[in-house]
C-alpha cells in the first residue's frame, strides 16, 4: 500500500491490535466459557498487549458491539489494565468521523448484525447497552480515550486462497476480494453456502484478513493468543514472534497494581523490543515484567530455604566423607562456601527466566518493520 493512503498520525508511538478483541470472537468467547473465566482471559490479552506495546488499538466495532467492552464499561477496562484516566492506553479507530457517528450508523443500518447479547437489530436497546455506550461516548468525547478516523482508503491484504470446493468458489472468491466491509463480506458468505460450518470457517478466514487491513492502514503491530490463520507475511515487513509460555498465565493471575507497576517498569525493555524486534527483546521484557511479581511468600520462603538446606547438607557430607571440594580454597571449609554461595543464589531470578524460554506456540505477535510514520 502506498504511503499516501495511510493516515499520518502523531508521533506517540507503537499500537498494536489484539485479533481476539474482535466483536465476534468476544462473543464467541462469553458463549463458550464461564463468564468470569472468559473476562480473565480477555483482560490477560489486553494486559499483555499494552506491556509490549504503548497503546492497544480497536476499532469501534470492538468496542460498541464488544461483549467485554459492553460488560465492563470504560471504568471497568481501566480498572482490569491498571491505568488511570489521565494515562488510558486505548485508542479506538473507525471510518467514521466520531464514535457517536460509528454507532448513529450501525444503528441506522438494517442489515447490520450486532454481536450483542439481549439486543437484535431492529429492537429498542436496553438501558443497560445504552448506558455503556454512553459512557464510551463520554471517554471520547472528553479526551480520556482517544478516537482517530481512518482517512486513507482501505485495502484487504492479499491472502491464500480458502480451499473450497462448490462450483462457485472461483467467483465466492472473486468477490470476497473485492468487499472490503464486514457486513456485505458475511452476508455474501452467508449467501452463497449452505452449510453453517462452512459458513464460519469462511467468515473467519475472511475476517483475519480484515484486521490484518486494519493493523496496515492504521500503521499497528499484530497479536493474536489464539491464530487460526496468520496474517499475511510478505518478506521483510514483519518480524514474527511467539510469545513466552508463561506469560498469559502471569497477566491472567495477578492483580491491576502488579501488571501496572509491571509496565511502569518495562518502559527500556519495551523500547528495545521494538527497536530490535527479537525474541531475545521480548525475553527480556517478559523477564522484567515477571520480577516485579515475585515478591517473597511464606511457602516460597520455606521451599527455598528447604532447597539450600539440603544441597547445603549434601556438600557438607561429601566433605566428611573425603571429597577434597575446597582444596583450592583453603582457608574457607566447605560448609563456609556453601552457605556463602546458596544465601545469594537467585533461585528464583533463574526459574522465572528459564520459564521464558519456551515459547507459547499457540500465540502469534507480528512486529511490524514498515509502519506507518506516526
Avoid at 491498571?82 to 485508542?91: D, I, K, R, S, V
Avoid at 461516548?137 to 492479499?158: C, M, S, W
Avoid at 490484518?212 to 489464539?226: H, K, Q
Avoid at 544441597?311 to 583450592?328: D, K, M, P, S, Y
Amino acid at each position: 500500500m502506498a504511503s499516501s493512503a495511510i493516515r499520518q498520525y502523531p508521533s506517540a508511538a507503537n499500537r498494536i491490535l489484539i485479533a481476539e478483541m474482535d466483536s465476534i470472537a468476544q462473543r464467541a468467547r462469553y458463549d463458550t466459557k464461564d463468564h468470569h473465566v472468559a473476562t480473565t482471559e480477555l483482560s490477560g490479552m489486553l494486559r499483555i498487549g499494552r506491556l509490549v506495546s504503548e497503546h492497544i488499538l480497536l476499532t469501534d466495532a470492538m468496542v460498541l458491539d464488544g461483549s467485554y467492552f459492553m460488560r465492563l464499561g470504560p471504568e471497568g477496562v481501566i480498572r482490569e489494565l491498571g491505568a488511570t484516566e489521565a494515562q488510558f492506553p486505548l485508542t479506538i479507530t473507525g471510518h467514521y468521523s466520531s464514535l457517536r457517528e460509528g454507532l448513529e450508523v450501525r444503528l441506522a443500518n438494517a442489515d447490520f448484525v450486532w454481536s450483542l447479547e439481549n439486543f437484535r437489530q431492529g429492537h429498542e436497546a436496553p438501558s443497560s447497552i445504552t448506558n455503556t455506550w454512553q459512557q464510551w461516548l463520554d471517554y471520547v468525547e472528553r479526551g480520556i480515550v482517544r478516537y482517530e478516523q481512518q482517512n486513507g482508503q482501505f485495502i484487504l491484504p492479499a491472502g491464500a486462497r480458502y480451499p473450497l470446493k462448490h462450483a462457485g468458489a472461483d467467483q465466492l472468491q472473486a468477490t470476497l476480494d473485492q468487499t472490503t466491509g464486514r457486513g456485505a463480506a458475511f452476508a455474501t458468505i452467508h449467501e452463497a453456502l449452505q452449510e453453517e460450518s462452512e459458513r464460519a470457517r469462511i467468515r473467519n478466514w475472511w475476517n483475519i484478513r480484515y484486521l490484518d487491513g486494519i493493523s496496515r492502514v492504521t500503521g499497528a503491530d499484530w497479536l493474536s493468543f489464539e491464530p487460526t490463520d496468520e496474517p499475511s507475511k510478505q518478506t521483510g515487513e514483519n518480524e514474527h514472534i511467539r510469545l513466552p509460555k508463561r506469560l498469559r498465565a502471569w497477566a491472567e493471575s495477578n492483580g491491576s497494581a502488579t501488571v501496572s507497576l509491571a509496565w511502569d517498569q518495562t518502559v527500556k525493555q519495551r523500547a528495545t523490543l521494538h527497536r530490535k524486534k527479537s525474541h531475545t527483546a521480548l525475553r527480556a521484557l517478559t523477564f522484567s515484567a515477571m520480577q516485579v511479581s515475585q515478591a517473597p511468600t511464606r511457602t516460597g520462603v520455606l521451599m527455598d530455604a528447604t532447597l539450600k538446606v539440603l544441597i547445603a547438607l549434601a556438600v557438607i557430607t561429601a566433605e566428611i566423607i573425603g571429597l577434597q571440594v575446597t582444596n583450592t580454597i583453603p582457608f574457607l571449609s566447605a560448609s563456609a562456601l556453601t552457605i556463602l554461595v546458596l544465601s545469594t543464589f537467585p533461585f528464583g531470578s533463574l526459574s522465572t527466566l528459564l520459564s521464558n524460554l519456551k515459547p507459547d506456540r499457540h500465540s502469534l505477535l507480528l512486529l511490524s518493520r514498515h509502519k506507518a510514520d506516526h
